[in-house]
């Protein structure tokens, strides 16, 4: 065990760096866990708890570069080869007395184009694939929340589109429309459908 000592007034640093290099590669820095029979060893990175300001934060990002790309952020679940692989769990923690924490997935502004947000869940071959879920939070006393899908705008050409486009398959999927007070389909759009008869 590592640890820094305590203070009345700012707590000790700790600070863990990979050597510089000004003709090759820097060094590399490697935190793991240990191996065991059973579970292996878990790391943990938490930011210290604050009484009467904030707690502290945690930051993770890649390093800069002049000429060349900057370096990739990669949060990977570990493998498995006879069970299920592990989660990736990105969630913000719930607060009593104020709003939750926001959860935000952006790219950086560019002058040429801007970065991709991509969703995807991984094919499979002997059963269904994954699904993808958006749903927004319950409310007891005030109006539910929205999901909002916006094409970009553009001020010298035209805007950007939104395509709801159902899976290919022996026979194609479609896109519904559901009523979400009986949980009923009022509308279907598929290769050979466009169904509205169920909207009153």
């Known amino acids: 065990a590592i640890s820094v000592g305590s203070g009345d007034g700012n707590g000790g640093s700790f600070s863990l760096d990979s050597g510089a290099s000004s003709s090759g590669s820097g060094g590399n820095l490697n935190l793991t866990s240990g191996n065991g029979d059973n579970s292996g060893g878990v790391i943990s990175v938490i930011g210290g708890s604050g009484y009467s300001l904030s707690g502290g934060s945690i930051s993770l990002s890649g390093g800069s570069s002049l000429s060349s790309s900057g370096g990739d952020v990669s949060v990977s679940s570990g493998a498995s080869t006879s069970a299920d692989s592990g989660v990736v769990a990105f969630s913000t923690s719930s607060a009593p007395l104020g709003s939750s924490g926001l959860l935000s997935l952006s790219t950086g502004s560019s002058s040429s184009s801007s970065g991709i947000i991509s969703l995807s869940s991984g094919d499979s071959t002997t059963s269904s694939s994954g699904s993808i879920s958006l749903s927004v939070g319950d409310s007891v006393s ?23 486009k159902a899976g290919a398959g022996t026979s194609s999927g479609s896109v519904y429309f559901v ?17 509205f008869s169920g909207l009153s």
Do not use: E, Q
């Open 142 to 164: 005030a109006s539910g929340s929205h999901i909002n899908l916006n094409a970009g705008a553009n001020t010298g050409g035209p805007g950007g589109s939104v395509y709801l």
């Open 179 to 195: 009523n979400p007070s009986t949980d009923s389909n009022f509308g279907v759009i598929s290769d050979s459908t466009f169904d």
